[in-house]
């Protein structure tokens, strides 16, 4: 796949957010999410945008001020650098490449920034998030305007476009099944 990628951003939270529980007890509340489309007519498959993942990915790990960084792309495999996740991933073929499951950024030890993928390429997904894989980054600030930075110099260095820029809400929403457990344990 050329350089040239389309990503939409959103800020914040939808209520089909799924909130992995990590967020909840390193109270990472503020949601940052990168939609990376996965259709193009010219290809026969769905693929993942990975040279622009790697470019936004180094450029979020600087601007957000990380000196350590862990990459899961599974259970079994996790990387101590970009480099190196960037090496196993481009030797796949294009449409074998995957984004990591999970990704951790740290400074002075502290989990500083929490990334996870949401695969909505594998089942369809409520709009936005359809089709596509879409990577969530957590933080305890909110940093929408350095991701915001990182991701509008990224795409304007590699011919990328985002396609649009949405609001979501501030907090994520209770699931209904939380919802329902409140009101009956009181």
């Known amino acids: 796949m050329n350089k040239h990628?389309?990503?939409?951003i959103v800020y914040g939270y939808h209520p089909d957010t799924p909130v992995p529980e990590q967020v909840y007890t390193e109270n990472l509340c503020y949601r940052f999410a990168i939609i990376f489309e996965t259709a193009f007519?010219?290809?026969?498959?769905i693929l993942f945008q990975s040279e622009l993942f790697i470019e936004l990915l180094s450029a979020i790990k600087t601007q957000v001020g990380g000196d350590s960084i862990q990459i899961e792309s599974d259970?079994?495999?996790q990387y101590q650098s970009i480099n190196l996740f960037k090496d196993d991933l481009l030797k796949l073929a294009e449409d074998e490449r995957m984004p990591p499951r999970r990704i951790f950024l740290r400074k002075n030890n502290s989990l500083i920034c929490f990334g996870e993928t949401e695969f909505w390429a594998l089942c369809?997904?409520?709009?936005p998030y359809s089709d596509s894989y879409t990577v969530s980054f957590y933080t305890k600030e909110n940093m929408n305007e350095v991701f915001n930075a990182a991701c509008s110099n990224v795409c304007s260095e590699m011919g990328a476009i985002i396609r649009e820029r949405i609001?979501?809400?501030p907090y994520p929403e209770k699931p209904w099944w939380k919802k329902l457990f409140t009101v009956f344990s009181k």
């Open 5 to 8: 990628g389309v990503i939409t």
């Open 75 to 77: 259970e079994k495999k």
């Open 167 to 169: 609001q979501g809400l």
């Open 124 to 127: 369809g997904g409520p709009a």
């Open 41 to 45: 007519p010219e290809y026969n498959t």
